[in-house]
């Protein structure tokens, strides 16, 4: 039995996929979280095989999350199901840990796929982000820059984003104000901007972020 978690802030979107897997005979749902805390926080005591997590959450996003497990619990594996399409995200995830990436609006038969195939320890790539690795090896796509970001680069950019004060992230993350402001300069190099507001249009445009 496949023990799954559904990780998504609108309660609409886990009874569609709570009851999508439950025509599945090998899958169990180990418990539902509508944030990032309290997937974390579940995760604590609760036997779980696959963590389906969303990227847009209140409080800590689906790029915290998955950097806290990868450091906690690295035997559980982590699919991405999001409504940001691939071009956005899913290298840059994928990089960073994921098992797997999805958009929300796949077909069941390949939601199960994917499921089947992460809990097996193999990682499920979608056609469309099959073609981008594709495209970036052949040279007939270049890299976009924030998928050169670490993990916790990429935790930052978005939060900086997203309005969010150099403080408010150090206190988020439980770090120093001084490393946060470390990591900041380093993704404004990497991105080649000069600024916070630079940074939100950077998003913006790469469909990182919504308006």
Same mark, same amino acid.
């Given at each position: 039995?496949?023990? #799954?978690?559904?990780?998504?802030? $609108?309660?609409?979107?886990?009874?569609?996929?709570?009851?999508?897997?439950?025509?599945?005979?090998?899958?169990?749902?180990?418990? +539902?979280?509508?944030?990032?805390?309290?997937?974390?926080?579940?995760?604590?005591?609760?036997?779980?095989?696959?963590?389906?997590?969303?990227?847009?959450?209140?409080?800590?996003?689906? #790029?915290?999350? &998955?950097?806290?497990?990868?450091?906690? $619990?690295?035997?559980?594996?982590?699919?991405? @199901?999001?409504?940001?399409?691939?071009?956005?995200?899913?290298? !840059?995830?994928?990089?960073? /840990?994921?098992? /797997?990436?999805?958009?929300?609006?796949?077909?069941?038969? +390949? @939601?199960?796929?994917?499921?089947?195939?992460?809990?097996?320890?193999?990682?499920? #790539?979608?056609?469309?982000?099959?073609? @981008?690795?594709?495209?970036?090896?052949?040279?007939?796509?270049? /890299?976009?820059?924030?998928?050169?970001?670490?993990?916790?680069?990429?935790? #930052?950019?978005?939060? &900086? !984003?997203?309005?969010?004060?150099?403080?408010?992230?150090?206190?988020? &993350? $439980?770090?120093?104000?001084?490393?946060?402001?470390?990591?900041?300069?380093?993704?404004? +190099?990497?991105?080649?901007? !000069?600024?916070? !507001?630079?940074?939100?249009?950077?998003? &913006?445009?790469?469909?990182?972020?919504?308006?």
């Amino acid at each position: 039995m496949i023990q #799954v978690a559904i990780v998504d802030d $609108h309660q609409i979107v886990r009874t569609g996929f709570r009851e999508l897997l439950s025509e599945d005979s090998k899958i169990s749902i180990a418990f +539902e979280a509508a944030s990032g805390d309290e997937a974390l926080d579940k995760l604590r005591t609760a036997q779980c095989d696959v963590l389906l997590l969303d990227i847009s959450l209140p409080g800590k996003s689906g #790029v915290d999350v &998955l950097r806290t497990v990868r450091q906690r $619990h690295p035997d559980i594996k982590v699919l991405i @199901l999001s409504g940001f399409p691939e071009e956005s995200y899913a290298l !840059a995830m994928i990089r960073n /840990g994921a098992n /797997g990436y999805l958009c929300k609006d796949c077909d069941r038969e +390949e @939601l199960l796929r994917a499921i089947h195939m992460v809990s097996t320890g193999r990682r499920y #790539v979608s056609p469309r982000t099959a073609e @981008l690795l594709a495209d970036e090896m052949s040279g007939e796509r270049s /890299g976009v820059l924030h998928e050169t970001l670490s993990d916790r680069e990429l935790q #930052v950019f978005l939060r &900086l !984003a997203r309005g969010e004060s150099v403080s408010d992230i150090a206190a988020q &993350l $439980h770090l120093s104000v001084k490393t946060i402001s470390t990591y900041r300069s380093r993704v404004t +190099e990497k991105l080649n901007v !000069a600024s916070n !507001a630079e940074l939100a249009t950077y998003a &913006l445009r790469h469909g990182l972020i919504t308006e």
